[in-house]
């Protein structure tokens, strides 16, 4: 199956983003929007196993192989934004919506937008909010590295201290309980994930049906100990509340 390489214009900015483009699709597409400093290509593998559903990963400005100016706007409704330039270039109607990490962030403020045409959506171990981040902190995670690489080497530092200079604190509670559809939450079990009981509660209060899985074993990288548990609970999500779709 041929893993397509796809580009989009979003205002002038050039946005990449890969498109399993199975050969006769099953069900909506889903839109994924995967952690801050992620790759596309680290998706690979998971595009292969959610075939032959159509499944598209974006890389927002100042990711992989979209464009990174130093002047661009990096505030989290531009990546919102990015992601719908996607939605609309890749002709997508209805689509679920997939989220990692901090690209839960702008994928919840894209679905919002879009809320007629999501038919559920999957939030991969992370608040419903835009979390504020101070520029001490941002630098700080420039001496982390992520997946086996320093993390200057996965989003440039004038990107990094950009987007995180442009965060403000918002809850997104309110949004998320308005959207008439499905919604999942996958969690971790062990030290470093960041959304615990008390986030867990937090969801629940805001989306009594809520569905929540547990990935068993994993910290925050729901993708680090087996690459197919949070894909395959959201298609078996999406299978049993989502029937025909």
Not at 106 to 124: K, N, P, Y
Not at 218 to 237: E, M, N, S
Request: charged letters at 25%.
């Amino acid at each position: 199956m041929p893993i397509t390489e796809r580009f989009t214009l979003n205002d002038g900015v050039r946005l990449r983003w890969l498109d399993n483009s199975p050969a006769a699709p099953e069900g909506l597409p889903i839109l994924f929007s995967p952690g801050f400093s992620d790759f596309a290509d680290d998706y690979i593998e998971m595009l292969e196993f959610m075939s032959p559903r159509r499944v598209v990963v974006v890389e927002v400005r100042g990711r992989g192989g979209s464009d990174a100016g130093e002047d661009l706007d990096y505030s989290a409704p531009q990546h919102a934004a990015d992601l719908r330039a996607v939605v609309e270039d890749a002709g997508f109607d209805r689509f679920h919506v997939m989220t990692f990490s901090r690209g839960t962030t702008w994928g919840l403020e894209m679905a919002f937008g879009l809320r007629d045409r999501v038919a559920s959506i999957s939030i991969g171990d992370y608040w419903a909010k835009e979390h504020g981040v101070s520029e001490d902190l941002a630098r700080g995670m420039l001496a982390t590295r992520f997946r086996g690489k320093p993390v200057p080497e996965r989003i440039p530092e004038h990107v990094l201290l950009s987007v995180f200079r442009e965060s403000i604190e918002r809850e997104f509670s309110s949004h998320l309980a308005a959207m008439p559809c499905p919604v999942l939450l996958a969690h971790g079990t062990e030290e470093g994930r960041l959304v615990d009981d008390a986030g867990i509660a937090e969801y629940r209060a805001a989306r009594p049906d809520i569905e929540v899985v547990t990935i068993h074993g994993a910290a925050h990288d729901l993708f680090r100990l087996d690459r197919h548990a949070y894909p395959r609970a959201v298609l078996t999500f999406i299978a049993n509340d989502c029937p025909g779709l």
